[in-house]
Each structure stands twice: as C-alpha cells, then as structure tokens.
C-alpha cells in the first residue's frame, strides 16, 4: 500500500482565497483524522470521522473551516476564507479500529 | 491543564547516554497507549505502543502506570539517528473516540 496520501504537499495562497486539502487514506481503514500542527500549539485534532462520517469536529477552530468524507477512499479539509494565521502544517492520518495512526506526509500551508 | 503533558526539553544527550522521557494523562478512561517519533519536517511514526505490562523493542523501553496515570519511554545507548521529537499518545473511548497527543519531547543526540 502506498500509505496516506495528501495533496498538495505546499500550497501559498493569499488571505481571503479558499484552499483545499486532499487526503486519500489507506485502504480498509475506517477512521480518517484532520491534525493541524504549529510551533505554538503543536498537534491539534480537528476532525475525526468513522466509516465517513464525521463523529468529533470540535477541534474545528471556527466556520471558515469545513470537511467532507464523500467515500472511504478521500476526504477534503476546506478553508473558506483563509487568513495567515491558518498558516501551519496539516496532516491527514488514518487508522483500523482504535490502534495506530497512520500520517501522510502533511500539507504545508502559506497564508500571505 | 491539558489532557496530555509532556516535557518539552530539549534533552541534549551524548551518545551512548541513558535518557527517559514521562508524559502524565489526565483522563483515568483513557484505553490505549502510544510513542511516536517525529522528524523534523517529517510527518509523526508509531515507535511503540505501550502496554500495561511495559514492553521493550531493542533498545526503547516503555512502562504504563495506570495508577498513576503516567507512561514513560527510555532509550538505551543512545544514537546520533535518535534525534527526533517524542510525542506521547493516549486513545480514549468515552465521551466520544479521542486520539490526544502531546505536544512532544525534543532529544538532541551529540557526538
């Protein structure tokens, strides 16, 4: 298996403009997590979901933020409007069951 | 508080030292237990996971106490390579499935 695959692995984009994160897990997992990483803040949960559907989105730091799982093979984080303090590393993992998490190798956002 | 607590560090190290990291959790429903190791710039890999009755992989010793709700890893004869960022993970089940990490310990290994 190829692992957990993201796309894109950097992205810039400027204030205001909505950026979309992609994020194919491994195949037959049934949980997908949303991390996002920063220096200040470190590794937060944004979003979880099981069997495609969302369980926990209560790290989701505020509307702007979205996501969706429309099948067991890709998962979108959406940011609508983006602002640099969205600036961080974000990482997609997946997992079998409650055993261990699988990272891809993150997206690497730029909000200027 | 946050619901896992780690050291930061860093721990600068020769090599060949001993070094052990704790990470203390607050949530006594939490089920299982992890080490993971993240390069810098790189994304997070499981290093062990951590069962009740401790268990070891080569030179990497990990223990659990539950009772004191606190897991530790050690790391023997440390090597150059060991340099990374130790992050401590705790799965719980109630109140909703939950992955925690820590913020993570930084181990500087010198020649």
């Known amino acids: 298996d190829a692992g957990v695959i993201q796309s894109p692995r950097h992205e810039v984009t400027e204030m205001g403009q909505e950026v979309t994160l992609r994020c194919k897990p491994i195949?037959?997992?049934?949980?997908l997590f949303w991390y996002r990483q920063t220096m200040m803040r470190g590794l937060e949960l944004l979003i979880y979901f099981n069997n495609n559907v969302p369980i926990d989105d209560s790290g989701m730091p505020e509307d702007r933020f979205s996501a969706k799982m429309p099948n067991a093979s890709f998962s979108t984080l959406k940011i609508q409007p983006s602002e640099p303090r969205d600036s961080a590393v974000y990482f997609c993992?997946?997992?079998?069951?409650?055993?261990?998490?699988?990272f891809g190798q993150g997206t690497r956002l730029t909000v200027v | 508080r946050k619901e896992v607590e780690q050291d930061p560090g860093p721990f600068n190290v020769p090599e060949g030292a001993t070094v052990a990291f704790n990470c203390t959790y607050s949530?006594?429903?939490?089920?299982?237990f992890f080490w993971y190791r993240q390069d810098c710039r790189k994304e997070p890999k499981l290093l062990m996971s951590v069962y009740s009755s401790g268990n070891e992989d080569g030179r990497f010793t990990a223990q659990l106490n539950r009772a004191s709700q606190y897991i530790s890893l050690l790391i023997r004869d440390s090597k150059l390579s060991d340099s990374a960022t130790y992050l401590c993970v705790v799965n719980r089940g109630t109140g909703g499935f939950k992955t925690i990490f820590g913020a993570g310990t930084r181990l500087f290994v010198k020649a």
């Open positions: 949530n006594s429903a939490s089920q299982s």
């Open positions: 993992a997946s997992s079998f069951k409650v055993t261990e998490a699988f």
């Open positions: 195949s037959g997992h049934d949980y």
